[in-house]
């Protein structure tokens, strides 16, 4: 069965740090594309960082030079290093393996919050 577990959120100061981890199963990972979402309160889930197989990585403009996607493949895992947070980035952050299981169950975990704030 498709699953995810994210973890690593909580509160923080603004231009503090923050990593996020998330464990997931259900699909042949290491091939596939992992993707980190947030959704902040009356908004729209948004598009954080994409990684692929092989490394490459893509970030949404308003988090380029702040955050960092990698992943660990051996243990299914794929993390989001964030800096010099803003009270902009507060939100439930999601992961989202773009294997075809996940997307033919349109499966989304429970998320993380991040609350950034003074």
């Known amino acids: 069965q498709v699953h995810v577990v994210e973890s690593g959120g909580g509160l923080v100061q603004p231009g503090g740090s923050l990593t996020l981890s998330c464990a997931a199963s259900?699909?042949?990972?290491?091939?596939?594309?992992m993707a980190w979402y947030r959704q902040a309160p009356g908004n729209q889930r948004e598009l954080v960082a994409i990684?692929?197989?092989?490394?490459?990585?893509n970030y949404a403009g308003f988090v380029k030079g702040r955050f960092t996607i990698s992943r660990e493949n051996a243990k299914n895992t794929v993390y989001l290093q964030m800096n010099s947070l803003k009270p902009e980035d507060t939100a439930v952050y999601y992961c989202?393996?773009?294997?075809?299981?996940?997307?033919?169950?349109?499966?989304w975990g429970q998320g993380t919050p991040v609350t950034v704030s003074s």
């Open positions: 989202n393996p773009k294997c075809p299981a996940f997307i033919i169950a349109n499966y």
């Open positions: 259900g699909c042949a990972f290491s091939i596939y594309p």
């Open positions: 990684i692929t197989s092989d490394g490459s990585t």
